[in-house]
């Protein structure tokens, strides 16, 4: 059971390049998120989707794109890096309901330079 | 104004001591869930205890219990009997309505022999 799964765990990039960091989810969750953990920030959302289709903005979702175009994937896009987004960043899945916690990802490590 | 508040940035305890990490929580929904995450120093996001905001009784999962006093919006963590594998960063969380997770910016514990 592979549960959520972020590819990569590490990236270098340079600044003005773009990526794609991935996230799949194999447990059939409607709700799929994104975070970024900086230091004595604690993990601010990106942006989350609450279902196939449907995507929403969190707290800073400049410079960052989303979509959902299955249940399973969530792939969060970095348009041109900055160095500001140096971060390590968590996907993160729920079933939904509101009692129900979610399952995070292992975390990808980016820094842009 | 942040929704979630934890103002204590790093907590020191001895071994088989209890500790309480606090939050508070700032929402405008009677219908809410408030949950805690560890996150040791190899950087994934566990899972501990979980409480709603219609639930009686105070949460608890073995050496784990929720202190929450809804009318002063405050769910504490408070470990039972502190093990050395307890050391890690700790975060509480709320979820409103069909919305993600809301994150603190966490709290450093750190326990000693």
């Known amino acids: 059971n592979a549960g959520v799964t972020q590819t990569p765990k590490f990236q270098v990039l340079k600044t003005g390049q773009s990526m794609t960091l991935q996230c799949a989810q194999d447990?059939?969750?409607?709700?799929m998120s994104w975070y970024r953990q900086d230091p004595g920030m604690g993990l601010r959302l990106i942006h989350y989707?609450?279902?196939?289709?449907?995507?929403d903005q969190g707290e800073v979702p400049n410079g960052y794109n989303v979509s959902r175009s299955t249940t399973e994937d969530f792939p969060l896009r970095l348009l041109s890096a900055a160095p500001s987004q140096t971060s390590v960043y968590f996907c993160?899945?729920?079933?939904?309901?509101?009692?129900?916690?979610?399952?995070f990802g292992q975390g990808t490590r980016l820094t842009v330079v | 104004a942040q929704k979630i508040t934890q103002t204590q940035p790093g907590m020191f305890v001895q071994e088989k001591e209890a500790v309480t990490l606090d939050c508070t929580y700032d929402?405008?929904?009677?219908?809410?869930?408030l949950f805690w995450y560890k996150q040791p120093s190899s950087g994934e996001m566990i899972f501990l205890i979980y409480?709603?905001?219609?639930?009686?009784q105070n949460a608890t999962e073995g050496r784990y219990s929720l202190n929450f006093q809804k009318a002063r919006k405050s769910a504490n963590l408070v470990i039972s009997a502190s093990q050395l594998g307890d050391s890690a960063m700790y975060f509480c969380?709320?979820?409103?309505?069909?919305?993600?997770?809301?994150f603190g910016k966490g709290t450093t514990l750190s326990v000693s022999s």
């Open positions: 409480q709603g905001s219609y639930d009686e």
């Open positions: 969380a709320m979820r409103e309505g069909g919305t993600a997770l809301i």
């Open positions: 993160a899945s729920s079933p939904g309901a509101r009692r129900t916690e979610a399952f």
């Open positions: 929402t405008s929904d009677q219908s809410y869930g």
């Open positions: 989707s609450v279902g196939a289709g449907i995507t």
């Open positions: 447990m059939n969750h409607e709700y």
